[in-house]
């Protein structure tokens, strides 16, 4: 019988945190992981003008952005679906409300966004510490990794660090153990932010 895991997040914070304090981007992959972070900072204005409305951090939203929609702007926050219909994928049907601007324009990306991120109640959160964001990340993208595949930490947040070589899902439900993802995962995002924006997050 399988022991039962935790997940939540009074349990894992020190996990997080423990992570987070040996975690290292990989030097090969430190320029890709710059350039990226420079494009997050430049869109800056756009995640903020969310960030006013629902009150998550800009930051937060941006690199959610590269995970899901490599920082497109024509594609939902949900899961890089195009925003000229409702999402296809994981999650399905989204959003319920039709285009404010109606269907022949589609979403635009801040209803989208909003959509997305309420959807996984990040206006309600309370805690924004840094191990309190890991957690809310990696259950955006989906506990599967530490429910099925405990020995393989989530690339979402780890790809790119000393912490993650291979295993992955290649879509929803569809394992792959010697599947590499190629993503630079957002704690190597955030390592950058964090020092490059003078970002003020409680770490430990």
Same mark, same amino acid.
């Given at each position: 019988m399988t022991a039962q895991i935790s997940l939540r997040l009074r349990d894992l914070k020190p996990e997080y945190q423990r992570l987070w304090n040996i975690c290292q981007i990989k030097p090969e992959k430190l320029n890709q992981a710059q350039d /990226? #972070?420079?494009q997050i900072s430049s869109y800056r204005r756009r995640y903020r003008a969310v960030q006013r409305q629902i009150n998550v951090p800009w930051y937060f939203i941006g690199v959610i952005h590269n995970m899901e929609s490599s920082l497109k702007f024509t594609r939902h926050l949900h899961n890089g679906n195009s925003l000229k219909k409702r999402t296809v994928n994981v999650?399905? !049907?989204?959003p319920i409300a039709e285009p404010i601007k !109606?269907? $022949? %324009? !589609?979403?635009?990306? $801040? %209803?989208?966004?909003i959509d997305a991120l309420t959807l996984k109640d990040f206006d309600k959160v309370k805690d924004w510490s840094l191990a309190a964001q890991l957690w809310q990340l990696e259950r955006y993208n989906g506990f599967g990794y530490r429910m099925y595949h405990p020995e393989v930490l989530s690339p979402y947040l780890w790809s790119a660090t000393n912490l993650y070589t291979q295993g992955k899902y290649t879509s929803d439900g569809k394992w792959d153990a010697n599947a590499v993802s $190629? &993503? /630079? !995962? #957002?704690?190597? +995002? +955030?390592? @950058? +932010? @964090? *020092? *490059? $924006?003078? +970002? &003020? /997050?409680q770490i430990a």
């Open positions: /990226i #972070v420079a999650p399905s !049907g989204r !109606g269907w $022949e %324009e !589609g979403y635009t990306w $801040e %209803e989208s966004a $190629e &993503q /630079i !995962g #957002v704690v190597a +995002l +955030l390592k @950058i +932010l @964090i *020092e *490059e $924006e003078n +970002l &003020q /997050i």
